[in-house]
């Protein structure tokens, strides 16, 4: 079946450094979205790409989706300790334009 | 309401008892999500409705799982004789007629002892 991977599975930094998270897709994707979940948490809508090549950014994050739209990258400027949680990406099912499937997340610590 | 309500919070059973959770989406919300997410790893699809039909149930692990949305709102997932292995935290959320982002609730986090 189709599967969503992510890497790193966990990542810790110092506050100020900078953090990248990658997910890939066996197939291709429509679209993809990302989610924040802060721990204890549920997972937080942050965007959704659509168009092959696509780049948002939204302050200091920047979120890219690749040009075969199998891979998607979410790239962190300068991290502080609010960045906290797991990232997961997440796309359609080949069968199901609604039905999601998530990434296997990942995790990042930020220390101040 | 302000956004997806889940109930119970938490919820102890003993294996082999049935439990019911209860999931109040977004007033205007079409589509209607059922996720379980076990400790470290990524929400699991399970169930998708789309008003009162359920549009794709092909994530329920077995027949003893079961959900339901009579009304196209309110939303029950029923887990009947559950196990162990049923131990996780059930995740619904809603999205305006089934396309972009997903509004999830806190979760009803599920024990089976």
């Known amino acids: 079946g189709q599967q969503v991977m992510q890497i790193p599975q966990y990542q810790h930094v110092q506050e100020g450094e900078d953090f990248t998270t990658y997910c890939n897709s066996s197939?291709?994707?429509?679209?993809i979205q990302w989610y924040k979940q802060r721990p204890g948490g549920h997972p937080v809508f942050l965007i959704q790409l659509v168009k092959s090549g696509e780049v948002k950014k939204q302050k200091r994050l920047t979120f890219q989706f690749g040009e075969a739209k199998k891979n998607s990258s979410l790239h962190i400027t300068a991290t502080q300790t609010t960045d906290v949680g797991t990232y997961f990406c997440?796309?359609?099912?080949?069968?199901?334009?609604?039905?999601?499937?998530f990434g296997t997340g990942t995790r990042l610590l930020v220390s101040p | 309401g302000a956004g997806v309500s889940q109930t119970p919070s938490n919820k102890v059973t003993e294996k082999g008892k049935y439990v019911e959770l209860r999931c109040d989406p977004i007033?205007?919300?079409?589509?209607l999500y059922w996720y379980r997410q076990s400790l470290g790893q990524g929400p699991e699809f399970l169930i998708y409705?789309?008003?009162?039909?359920?549009?794709?149930d092909s994530g329920l692990p077995n027949d003893r799982f079961f959900a339901v949305r009579p009304e196209g709102s309110v939303s029950t997932l029923k887990i009947q004789r559950t196990e162990r292995g049923d131990s996780a935290v059930y995740l619904c959320a809603s999205s305006f007629q089934g396309t972009g982002e997903l509004f999830f609730g806190e979760g009803s986090r599920l024990t089976v002892l």
């Open positions: 997440a796309g359609p099912m080949n069968t199901g334009f609604q039905k999601l499937v």
């Open positions: 409705f789309q008003g009162t039909g359920a549009a794709d």
């Open positions: 007033s205007g919300h079409t589509a």
């Open positions: 197939t291709t994707l429509s679209n």
